[in-house]
């Protein structure tokens, strides 16, 4: 079921939400916990019925693990190792199985057969929820003896499917909370006026830009300087307004029942360098490789040539998180290496002018966002290579007499001929980006009034209107 849908809108969230508050009116607090986790597993079938027993399967064994890593004395290390390979063998056979068969394919040239098995929705979130639970059980950090509220924790339908993902410090106490089992209209206000924000991201602003990089990267053979610009800035930005709408709506949905989930993004696109930037983007993922990755591996504590390899290895596992193939990869390594020429950067003390800093870094997001998006290397290299290109320069017909020295006139622009509506959208989106506050600023300074009922009115019935076609989410596929 998808947030962007008129029966989630209409009939899945106002159901739940009532008979939620209902049962907990008549204090039924442990049926309103358990109706919670069956409407989130029915929300979970809802796209597959068929994988329900592998996310109960996951959490019924991640919990009795985690119990058992909390009480164990001896042997916890080999435990926890065993724990986590199990999380990593089953995201490996369902995710990752045909990428690897196909490269021992090629490289011993056998004749594996490969699986073609459909991704397990929300499989990468669910198990790195859970392997975090699992380290903090052998830290000694988890202290929770109610199944109920560890099955909140993991399949909680708002942040279920793609994140945020929570850490159980920050969820478990709300859902044991009495006081949160009551209605309280100021979260329902603000939940409302975040879902909304969220909501016309994604069907307005994101979809939107979703038809140009399909066309860029999908549909046309060719490009010229012009449409692979285009082509590159569309992905750039339906990217984070698709994924950042999603974490909005999940944040405003959360909110409606008392939950208070961590915020996921703020404005990355106005940082000044690439460690900003991964403070800013996909904040709890970027969390979760600082605590569970790099610093296990050894942080900063071990010298500049340990550090660099840290930073590497940790974006390379990133990459490959996102997904099975080796344009995952270099989107990790080059991110990696990124940060790698930061750091020696900073240590030697250099500093740019902030217009300058920005220019550098949005460009290298946006371009290794190529690599993000491409469906295979030949489809990235397409596009890299006309945007640094002047050979295949099309201009519209009023610009030809004054930049006509740029121009290939023997070759048509396509599906990209100086489309006005892009023209429009993409400096007023930028602008947004770039000089707007956000929606985590906007929650802080919340106040409910005529104005910010208007506001969150309108946004929520263009957003509404906009359903005409049901879109996935990107972070769907990762």
């Not at 724990?83 to 056998?110: E, H, R, T």
């Not at 830290?139 to 929570?166: M, S």
Request: hydrophobic content about 55%.
């Amino acid at each position: 079921m998808l947030f962007n849908s008129y029966e989630f809108i209409f009939a899945f969230l106002p159901l739940t939400f009532m008979l939620y508050f209902y049962l907990n009116y008549q204090k039924y607090y442990k049926l309103s916990k358990l109706f919670l986790i069956g409407s989130s597993l029915f929300f979970y079938a809802w796209w597959n019925v068929i994988y329900l027993p592998l996310i109960l399967l996951s959490m019924l064994f991640n919990y009795r693990f985690s119990k058992i890593l909390a009480k164990q004395e001896k042997h916890n290390k080999i435990i926890l190792l065993i724990g986590i390979a199990i999380n990593l063998a089953l995201l490996g056979y369902f995710k990752y199985y045909d990428f690897f068969m196909v490269n021992i394919n090629l490289l011993l040239g056998s004749d594996i057969t490969l699986l073609h098995l459909a991704l397990p929705l929300a499989i990468s979130f669910f198990t790195f929820q859970q392997i975090s639970y699992l380290v903090d059980a052998y830290r000694k950090e988890v202290k929770e003896d109610n199944f109920l509220n560890y099955a909140l924790f993991v399949t909680f339908f708002p942040q279920l499917i793609a994140g945020p993902i929570v850490h159980h410090k920050e969820m478990m106490p709300q859902f044991a909370n009495v006081k949160n089992s009551h209605i309280n209209l100021r979260n329902i206000t603000l939940g409302v006026f975040i879902f909304s924000i969220g909501l016309f991201k994604k069907v307005v602003i994101a979809d939107t830009f979703a038809v140009w990089a399909t066309r860029g990267f999908d549909v046309a053979e060719t490009l010229n300087l012009f449409a692979a610009w285009f082509t590159s800035l569309s992905y750039t930005i339906q990217l984070y307004f698709d994924f950042s709408g999603y974490t909005d709506m999940a944040i405003g949905i959360a909110l409606l029942f008392n939950i208070k989930l961590p915020s996921n993004f703020n404005s990355p696109y106005k940082a000044l360098d690439i460690q900003d930037f991964w403070r800013r983007w996909h904040i709890t993922l970027s969390r979760f490789l600082r605590d569970y990755i790099y610093i296990p591996l050894g942080g900063s504590r071990k010298g500049e040539v340990i550090t660099y390899a840290n930073l590497m290895i940790t974006f390379l596992l990133g990459g490959i998180w996102h997904g099975a193939g080796w344009t995952f990869v270099f989107w990790g390594f080059l991110h990696g290496m990124a940060l790698v020429v930061h750091r020696m950067w900073k240590k030697l003390g250099f500093r740019l002018w902030r217009w300058l800093a920005w220019f550098i870094t949005f460009n290298f997001i946006n371009i290794s966002w190529v690599f993000f998006r491409a469906q295979e290397w030949d489809d990235a290299i397409k596009v890299l290579s006309s945007m640094f290109s002047l050979n295949n320069v099309v201009l519209p017909r009023f610009l030809e007499s004054k930049l006509g020295f740029l121009a290939d006139k023997g070759v048509e622009f396509g599906f990209f001929y100086w489309y006005m509506e892009i023209l429009i959208w993409m400096p007023m989106v930028l602008l947004i980006l770039l000089y707007c506050k956000n929606s985590l600023q906007k929650a802080e300074t919340f106040s409910l009034n005529l104005q910010t009922a208007l506001f969150t009115g309108f946004i929520l019935t263009a957003g509404i209107i906009s359903l005409n076609k049901v879109s996935e989410f990107l972070y769907f596929n990762f």
